[in-house]
Antibody, heavy 116, light 109 residues
Framework: DVQLLESGGGLVQPGGSLRLSCAASGFTFSNYAMNWVRQAPGRGLEWVSAVSPGADTTLYGDSVKGRFAISRDNSKNTLYLQMNSLRAEDTALYYC?????????WGRGTLVTVSS | QSALTQPRSVSGSPGQSVTISCTGV?????????VSWYQQHPGKAPKVIIYDVTKRPSGVPDRFSGSNSGITASLTISGLLAEDEADYYC?????????FGGGTKVTVL
């Protein structure tokens, strides 16, 4: 069964850091581009970042560029998102999603709350 | 990069059809075939219902259809059912960014 399972969310103070993980199973992880998409409470979807299958290309949304870093370990079937200099507006449910020309598979999300 | 423009809400009675528009610019909706639509029920992860403008994943009813005209993509739900009440998001890939629409709440009256 194809599955994505996010972890690593929690409460962090403004200016702090957090690393999210997304464990993939049921498919050949190294064949697919992977993305992070977030959703603030009561708000819409916002694309955060993408990484190519071989990790040679990374893309970022304007609101996180320079603060977040996406990476992957194909030997561990795991996607990561390192989040630094966190702000209140980064509070959201963070989904990882498998991308072909669209988001085929989504995880259930991990909640990040930035608050003092 | 601005978000794609969707109406905040649309509504219809069971059995009717509703259409949701998604307006971008020539560098996103107007310039790429990678337009997709997602349905999201409360407390659930989004689910793709249309990809590559007009294609339907297996398991998605043919009541859902997509189209594109210039810089505006559209999702039509025909024969509206109570279970179609949800939020719907359009999405477009620009080559360097992924853009989502602000979301449309579909209410079944």
């Amino acid at each position: 069964d194809v599955q994505l399972l996010e972890s690593g969310g929690g409460l962090v103070q403004p200016g702090g850091s957090l690393r999210l993980s997304c464990a993939a199973s049921g498919f050949t992880f190294s064949n697919y581009a992977m993305n992070w998409v977030r959703q603030a409470p009561g708000r819409g979807l916002e694309w955060v970042s993408a990484v190519s299958p071989g990790a040679d290309t990374t893309l970022y949304g304007d609101s996180v560029k320079g603060r977040f870093a996406i990476s992957r370990d194909n030997s561990k079937n795991t996607l990561y998102l390192q989040m630094n200099s966190l702000r209140a507006e980064d509070t959201a449910l963070y989904y990882c999603a498998r991308w072909t020309s669209y988001y085929e598979v989504w995880g259930r999300g991990t909640l990040v709350t930035v608050s003092s | 990069q601005s978000a794609l423009t969707q109406p905040r809400s649309v509504s219809g009675s069971p059995g009717q059809s509703v259409t949701i528009s998604c307006t971008g610019v020539s560098s996103d909706v107007g310039g790429h075939k990678y337009v997709s639509w997602y349905q999201q029920h409360p407390g659930k992860a989004p689910k793709v219902i249309i990809y590559d403008v007009t294609k339907r994943p297996s398991g998605v009813p043919d009541r859902f259809s997509g189209s594109n005209s210039g810089i505006t993509a559209s999702l039509t739900i025909s024969g509206l059912l109570a279970e179609d009440e949800a939020d719907y998001y359009c999405c477009s890939f620009t080559g360097s960014h992924v853009l989502f629409g602000g979301g449309t709440k579909v209410t079944v009256l």
